[in-house]
């Protein structure tokens, strides 16, 4: 079970993960007659005891009156379908009231719908566009995000100098997708010198945050022993902390460890079920793996009929 090593060269934009805004930080005694705010507050307290109906209820109040804060939560509550049915159009359309006021979080939020095509068609021009408009606020998200598209040439021509320097502000200021991009940049060596040790040390920053990406990516270092003394062992751990939040690629990854008894004991019965975890995600890789212990009888019963069908999955994806 071979793995190459990824780097993490795509928009870092889930929707799920979409910034929540922040409060502007008022001292003033509201009621709701005079000013939308205290909707807004109401609103996040129903929301911390996810009672989404009813501060689903208080943002709108809120929104409508055309506080930028309610109307970007709004849009996050229909992008996640908290309180309402999912609806992207909506949350499009609330994002873009908000960004239209200058309010950053909108603004970055809105460019990822505009890169993933969620409510409106595709467009990485706006989508370019947003993120600049946020990253110039210094949203670290939208600083990531504007470095993926000059690394790509998505909506601006591909520009890795530029990217390596959006990618670096966000990430000297905490934000995990900044590192872990930085940290690829490093790794193979686009508009910086290749240098294993600094995209170890980047990769790291990011996995310490429970940035799955980066945990994957640094297992992978140790693996190889690629900027980090090479340790099995470590790169079990960092495989199986990315596995369990959920990460295809680091699922593939700790079945290949325990397959090969490389950093825990050999194990094919656990190989398999990693695997297995994987490939239900689609990973062809994991597919085709699957089909292999299904033929040998490897952590499962020799079947050939379901190694047929694994690697069927497999090729489609190829």
Wanted: glycine fraction near 10%; include cysteine.
């Amino acid at each position: 079970m071979r793995k190459a090593f990824l780097c993490l060269l795509l928009v870092v934009i889930s929707l799920a993960g979409c910034v929540q805004p922040k409060h502007d930080g008022a001292n003033t005694r509201l009621t709701p007659q005079d000013d939308p705010r205290l909707h807004y507050e109401q609103g996040q307290a129903f929301a911390r005891s996810k009672h989404f109906d009813e501060a689903l209820a208080e943002f709108r109040k809120a929104g409508e009156a055309g506080y930028a804060p309610a109307q970007t939560l709004l849009g996050f509550m229909y992008a996640n379908g908290h309180g309402v049915s999912k609806d992207y159009v909506q949350a499009a359309e609330w994002y873009r009231k908000a960004a239209a006021q200058g309010y950053a979080e909108a603004q970055s939020n809105l460019g990822s719908m505009y890169v993933s095509g969620s409510g409106m068609p595709r467009d990485y021009a706006q989508a370019v566009k947003w993120f600049r408009k946020a990253a110039e606020q210094g949203d670290t998200g939208a600083q990531s995000n504007l470095g993926s598209m000059y690394q790509n040439g998505r909506g601006v021509p591909q520009d890795y100098a530029q990217a390596v320097e959006l990618y670096r502000k966000a990430a000297e200021q905490g934000n995990p997708g900044g590192q872990s991009n930085l940290a690829a940049m490093y790794d193979n060596g686009r508009g910086v010198p290749k240098d294993a040790a600094q995209a170890a040390k980047w990769y790291r920053k990011a996995a310490e945050q429970g940035f799955f990406p980066a945990q994957d990516n640094l297992g992978f270092m140790y693996l190889q022993g690629r900027g980090v003394p090479q340790d099995d062992v470590q790169a079990a751990q960092w495989f199986r902390r990315a596995a369990d939040l959920g990460d295809a690629s680091a699922q593939n990854s700790l079945a290949f460890m325990y397959g090969t008894g490389r950093g825990v004991p050999k194990d094919d019965v656990l190989a398999a079920q990693w695997c297995r975890k994987a490939a239900e995600q689609g990973l062809a890789e994991a597919q085709h793996n699957l089909g292999q212990m299904y033929e040998k009888g490897l952590g499962v019963p020799k079947d050939a009929t379901q190694a047929a069908e694994w690697y069927r999955k497999a090729a489609q994806k190829r």
